[in-house]
């Protein structure tokens, strides 16, 4: 769950509880969070821990920006590298007596990998070189501290900047956190929509305006998105999908009054 565990952000089939993890970066400055919203083009630094709380940040800063995004307002700026572990919480807000241990099992949500499991992992990332961008594969996402390191580049095509990053590995023997470093590219780089999930599961996850939590994005199995836009009375009068020819509109429609003939 998200937006102060109040809407859920992602379901999967055929996965433990504590297997899947997923962050759209959408409800870290929402405008009902203690921390001030930062305006579109604008961008908000934290050394340190600050700024991600689903994972634990080991080296760089945590950028949440909303110069750029794949889905929603936001994204993860990297200006050189971020390394984090995705693990279980160290603070247990329900039972402070138990923060600091490691794993902290009283918390909800949090990542317990198996051991010598398969997991896929996968994001969208950015790199705002020379345009047209062709491709984004001068970034990349390592990952550690599992049965033999992997680095990852994004494939496929370019869709509106964007571009998937998707692959397996395989945890180690002893579970423990999984590392995952996030490499910049030949310029300005933004990755979003990190998710991870066993490979033999399935995994949607959904991002919600961060203003009025209307859900506005499906990402599916393949982590493309389904996107919702609605009028300024909230009611739906479009959908578009995003697919491997680039982003479509599926339905369009909307509501009006009958004129009244005198």
Known sequence: TGYKNTLV????DNAGYNETYFDG???????????????PGQTRSSAGQAGMERVKILAG???ISAAEAHTGKYSLQVPGSLTFTVFP?????DKPALS???????????FYPAANKKYIFSCWVKVNGEQPVTSCSDASVTI?????????HSEGPVIEGWQRVMGAFTT??????????????????FFDDLRIFPSEGNMVSY????????????LDENNYFTKNEYNNQGELIRTKKETEKGIVTTREGGTSLAKMHQ
């Open 9 to 12: 952000t992602a379901q999967a």
């Open 61 to 63: 800063s945590v950028i």
């Open 207 to 218: 991002v919600y305006d961060d203003v009025n939590l209307r859900h506005t994005y499906t």
């Open 89 to 93: 919480p160290v603070i247990c807000r």
């Open 100 to 110: 600091g241990k490691t794993p902290c099992t009283a918390c909800a949500g949090g």
């Open 144 to 152: 550690s501290n599992i049965s033999s390191p992997v680095t990852l």
């Open 172 to 189: 180690a023997a002893s579970t423990g956190a999984v590392t995952v470093r996030l490499n910049k590219g030949n310029a300005d780089t």
């Open 25 to 39: 970066f959408e409800d870290y400055y929402c405008a009902y969070c203690p921390v001030k919203p930062i305006k």
